[in-house]
């Protein structure tokens, strides 16, 4: 049974920084690629930053030059470092496979606030 635990959230004040860890169970990280998603009070799932099974990173235009998503295959574990954050960056973060396979899949998530 797949499972995901997403940590490292909190409360910050716009400009801080949090890291983000997701670490899997029941599934090899290195066989996907992966990705960081939110969801904003009152939004739609967003994807953030997605990372191939080589490290190749992408990101959403919103958080370029801010974010930087990175993995370790070898512990099952993927991060998002997250730098210079704003109010609007306030959202549950999730992370999961980018396959269609896992569309309806959703961990419980890490809550991120970010105040002015």
């Known amino acids: 049974q797949v499972q995901l635990v997403e940590s490292g959230g909190g409360s910050v004040q716009a400009g801080g920084s949090l890291r983000l860890s997701c670490a899997g169970s029941?599934?090899?990280?290195?066989?996907?690629?992966m990705g960081w998603y939110r969801r904003g009070p009152g939004k739609t799932y967003e994807l953030v930053a997605t990372i191939t099974s080589d490290g190749s990173a992408s990101y959403t235009d919103s958080v370029k030059s801010r974010f930087t998503i990175s993995r370790d295959n070898a512990e099952n574990t993927v991060y998002l470092r997250m730098n210079n954050l704003k109010p609007e960056d306030t959202a549950v973060y999730y992370c999961?496979?980018?396959?269609?396979?896992?569309?309806?899949?959703w961990g419980q998530g890490t809550q991120v606030t970010v105040s002015s």
């Open positions: 029941g599934i090899l990280f290195g066989n996907y690629e």
């Open positions: 999961k496979p980018t396959l269609p396979s896992f569309r309806a899949y």
